[in-house]
């Protein structure tokens, strides 16, 4: 395969009890199927959620909720308070409690497309891998506090990588939440990735020390194995990709804030015969490690988004988001009828569940419930 645009930039269902159960730790406790431990402050009173609003924080020294609910969390006003997976915070929705107007200064204009500046923690499970001096290498997804999931092609050689959750604007000093950072502890590239191909383009990184979910740290859901998105459209929504590449092919920018795009998947019928059309010819097969999507002038993935989220809406929950791929190559930016290629993670969802219990982690907490 030739001429491939590689997006780098160089800018089973057991439950894993946590013995460790500090904050931030994710626990099986009593009848919550997945927990965080938080200060009983931070967390609804059923134990359903964090709190996102500030609402009923008014004097913490009020009572102890945390003699109340037993729970297996060692700090002495923690509790065990629900997780759920891929919470898209807009400013629309019931979640999102942070306003762009009140970040007016802040600039950048595109992925491939207008008006599309993500808002601040509106992707909480958006993440960006850095190179050890700090520069920014390519995107990536939290799955559980201690795992990130990304491109093979992106964490090939050069490590260790620190990993970034949390950030919005390159740029800015002064974001409402602090953005984290972790060290990865391993990578764990697919063995039958090929870096020339790119098939089966994909990667886990294993974290130092998990990060703290916050409002603007979250995880995603991922699909089960061998779910399909063809039909997505035909649901009535497109999916969703995020990423801080270039907003162009040859000549555009690296962006300071996070961008999105709103894009189709593409029937991979369709999107091998558009791929042999444009470049590479009547012989190209597209691999079963690929799904495609985009395919809208201007409105696309470009370089630098490698390793970036496709997330798409789960069926009946439209404020929830489960990760249809990764950003792995395409052979130009933002051209019409020319999708991009995106690793198919429904395919990987075994692969991903083994390695993520090896390690003793919950490998169910990105379930789509």
Not at 91 to 115: C, K
Not at 170 to 198: G, V
Not at 253 to 271: A, E, G, H, I
Request: proline content about 5%.
């Amino acid at each position: 395969m030739h001429h491939l645009l590689i997006l780098l930039s160089v800018f089973s269902n057991n439950i894993i009890i946590v013995v460790s159960s500090a904050a931030g730790d994710i626990v099986d406790d009593y009848d919550l199927q997945h927990c965080v431990c938080v200060p009983y402050w931070q967390c609804k009173d059923d134990y359903s959620g964090l709190i996102e609003d500030g609402m009923d924080i008014i004097d913490i020294r009020a009572t102890d909720q945390s003699s109340e609910h037993p729970s297996r969390c060692t700090g002495d006003y923690d509790v065990c308070c629900q997780v759920e997976c891929g919470k898209r915070k807009t400013a629309n929705g019931e979640t999102l409690q942070f306003r762009m107007s009140s970040f007016s200064d802040f600039f950048g204009t595109r992925i491939l497309g207008s008006n599309n500046e993500a808002e601040f923690s509106e992707f909480p499970w958006m993440l960006a891998v850095l190179e050890e001096n700090k520069t920014y290498r390519c995107g990536a997804s939290l799955i559980h506090p201690q795992v990130a999931l990304t491109a093979a092609h992106c964490v090939t050689g050069n490590g260790p990588f620190i990993v970034r959750a949390g950030e919005w604007n390159w740029e800015s000093a002064s974001e409402p939440l602090p953005y984290q950072e972790q060290q990865t502890k391993k990578i764990i590239i697919h063995p039958q990735y090929h870096p020339n191909s790119l098939r089966n383009d994909i990667a886990l990184m294993i974290l130092e020390v998990p990060f703290r979910l916050t409002e603007n740290v979250g995880l995603v859901c991922l699909p089960f194995q061998g779910t399909e998105f063809d039909d997505i459209r035909n649901q009535g929504s497109d999916c969703i990709a995020t990423g801080w590449g270039k907003n162009a092919s040859r000549h555009g920018k690296y962006q300071s804030t996070l961008k999105k795009v709103s894009m189709p998947v593409v029937p991979r019928d369709n999107c091998t015969r558009r791929l042999r059309e444009v470049r590479l010819g009547p012989l190209f097969r597209l691999h079963r490690s690929f799904l495609c999507a985009g395919g809208q002038a201007n409105k696309d993935t470009c370089k630098g988004d490698g390793g970036s989220p496709l997330v798409c809406p789960i069926r009946g929950r439209p404020d929830r988001y489960q990760q249809a791929g990764i950003v792995s190559w395409g052979l130009t930016c933002g051209l019409h009828s020319t999708p991009g290629v995106y690793v198919n993670i429904a395919l990987f969802r075994d692969w991903i569940d083994f390695n993520v219990q090896a390690y003793g982690f919950d490998n169910t907490v990105y379930n789509v419930a």
